[in-house]
């Protein structure tokens, strides 16, 4: 019998953001190879959610912000224009183009949004649970973060 899904959405707490990365570009572990091949650790933290997402090029996602959720997304196929900055804060985003293979994280209380250049597919490892009334009451949506084009600031 399938157990019940946790729907709930817990506090944040100090000893959670101990834990989290310091930057938007994750530094994975080096990986476990052998005969068979490898495997590559991607997050080592409790979460409630893995969705995969293709996404067409030239399109745009998020322009959100997550009261307590988190994620981690890793680049399986294709390119991600990310744009960031904290919630409240009337700067220029700052964009940070993250490539096939490697992963980037976006805290809590971040307004984000993400451009496709090419088509792209990517894993979301998420804290909270993506179930649609969870997500919807954890998640702020914003006018369009991504400035117009041919800005340039970008970050590492």
């Not at 997550?66 to 680049?75: A, M, N, R």
């Not at 990517?122 to 969870?134: D, I, K, P, W, Y």
């Amino acid at each position: 019998m399938a157990r019940p899904l946790d729907r709930t959405i817990a506090p944040l707490t100090e000893a959670e953001k101990a834990h989290w990365p310091q930057g938007v570009v994750v530094q994975m572990e080096k990986a476990h190879a052998d005969e068979r091949g490898e495997i590559q650790p991607l997050v080592d933290l409790p979460m409630k959610s893995c969705v995969l997402i293709h996404s067409r090029a030239g399109t745009v996602r998020a322009n959100h912000y997550h009261k307590t959720d988190w994620h981690f997304c890793y680049v399986l196929s294709g390119r991600i224009e990310y744009w960031h900055r904290p919630v409240g804060n009337k700067d220029k985003p700052r964009k940070v183009v993250i490539k096939e293979g490697q992963t980037f994280f976006t805290p809590p209380m971040v307004e984000h949004a993400m451009v496709f250049p090419v088509d792209t597919s990517f894993l979301t490892l998420g804290r909270n649970s993506r179930a649609q009334e969870v997500y919807e009451a954890d998640v702020v949506r914003v006018p369009n973060i991504v400035p117009r084009p041919g800005a340039t600031r970008s970050t590492a």
